[in-house]
């Protein structure tokens, strides 16, 4: 299996460097010629552009934290694009665990498979009841914890690991992208969420989804792995997606939890 992937990983990043410079730069020209991905990407902004419409209410920024290459801004222009490294693209750099932001400034913080990195999960809460007015709130997505998914990311990175059995929330890292555990999210909202609700109370998990399009996210090959399909297979994608939907608790590998800061 460990042979099968790495014939699948696309040759251009394949030597690459994650925590390096060049990181978004190899990952901006793979985006380029995947049309397919584009798609993914333009869906994931649009589910987050509902959700936060759906359940968050106050007024401030809109800022999405570890942007990359294919930043909410693309599809929604008021959205601040930032990340911890400075990029192509990018608005400014942002430490999701020091936001250097005004304190209830901010009416939602998007993350997009970002989560997982950050060292200090507890930090970044403390963060978004410092620059989260009540109402505000964060979306995240991340790696889902169902079977396929679990089966999945196991194997896909050698930088990353995913272990839903890990005892802390704090994941020893080597670099910003190295070292992360992609089952944090399930850890901490899953897991551990009577811990979590202790811990902040005011930020309240009032929302969590499976995502739909993981069939046309995995032959897309990501940002990572070679496209197994052509471009224009996009509709017919699309229709085995709908179909396969009543599955999608145990085939989805990615998932959306919205937290909203409330007064308590």
Not at 50 to 70: C, M, N, T
Not at 83 to 91: E, F, M, T, Y
Request: glycine letters at 6%; a positive charge.
């Amino acid at each position: 299996m460990k042979s099968l992937f790495d014939w699948l990983r696309d040759p251009s990043v394949k030597i690459l460097d994650v925590d390096g410079e060049g990181r978004l730069i190899a990952h901006s020209s793979v985006l380029r010629r995947k049309r397919l991905l584009r798609e993914v990407f333009s869906e994931f902004h649009h589910l987050f552009h509902s959700l936060d419409e759906q359940f968050l209410s106050a007024k401030g920024l809109r800022i999405e934290i570890g942007a990359g290459v294919a930043p909410i801004r693309e599809s929604y222009a008021d959205v601040l694009a930032t990340d911890i490294v400075s990029g192509p693209g990018l608005d400014r750099t942002l430490n999701a665990e020091d936001m250097d932001l005004e304190s209830g400034s901010v009416r939602v913080v998007f993350g997009q498979n970002c989560f997982h990195h950050f060292p200090h999960p507890d930090r970044f809460f403390q963060q978004l009841e410092k620059v989260l007015p009540p109402g505000g709130g964060a979306i995240l997505l991340e790696p889902y914890y169902g079977p396929f998914a679990t089966f999945l990311f196991k194997r896909l990175f050698r930088t990353e690991g995913y272990d839903k059995k890990f005892q802390s929330w704090e994941t020893p890292l080597i670099g910003p992208m190295n070292g992360a555990n992609q089952a944090l999210s399930y850890i901490v909202f899953i897991r551990d969420r009577q811990s979590f609700e202790c811990k902040f109370p005011t930020l309240k998990i009032v929302h969590q989804q499976t995502c739909p399009n993981y069939l046309k996210y995995m032959l897309s090959g990501g940002l990572n792995f070679r496209q197994m399909c052509p471009n224009w297979a996009s509709p017919i994608i699309s229709i085995l997606q709908w179909m396969l939907s009543p599955l999608n608790r145990w085939l989805a590998l990615h998932h959306v939890v919205v937290l909203k800061k409330v007064v308590v």
